[in-house]
């Protein structure tokens, strides 16, 4: 069993950055596969960003492309999204998700574990 913590969420006006982390409790993420979705009010969960075990690999949605970046520690004991030039579009709660397998994915459904989740929110 893997529990995530995001931190991290806020309020921030529009151009400005966040820093999201996640965090695993009680062991570490190396093993996993881990992204970042989100999801707007009256929205389905959406892909962000993922980073592959070894960190190596990362892939964005084209909305965020260019403007947020995913990263995990050498420990691998945390993930982070830096968020720049955020837009009040990005105002979602944020959250983090652990794969297993060896494949990593963009599917909501495919992902093991999930964090509560962080607000953020962008004002314009």
């Not at 190396?30 to 070894?54: L, T």
């Not at 990263?71 to 955020?86: E, T, W």
């Amino acid at each position: 069993q893997v529990q995530l913590v995001e931190s991290g969420g806020g309020l921030v006006q529009a151009g400005g950055s966040l820093r999201l982390s996640c965090a695993a409790s009680g062991r570490t993420l190396s093993s996993f596969h881990m992204g970042w979705f989100r999801q707007a009010p009256g929205k389905e969960r959406e892909f962000v960003a993922r980073i592959s075990r070894s960190g190596g690999t990362t892939y964005y949605a084209d909305p965020v492309k260019g403007r947020f970046t995913i990263s995990r520690d050498n420990a691998k004991i945390a993930v982070y999204l830096q968020m720049n030039s955020l837009k009040p579009e990005d105002t979602a709660v944020y959250y983090c998700a652990a794969r297993a397998l060896s494949l990593a994915t963009m599917r909501v459904q495919d992902y093991d574990y999930w964090g509560q989740g962080t607000q953020v929110t962008v004002t314009s």
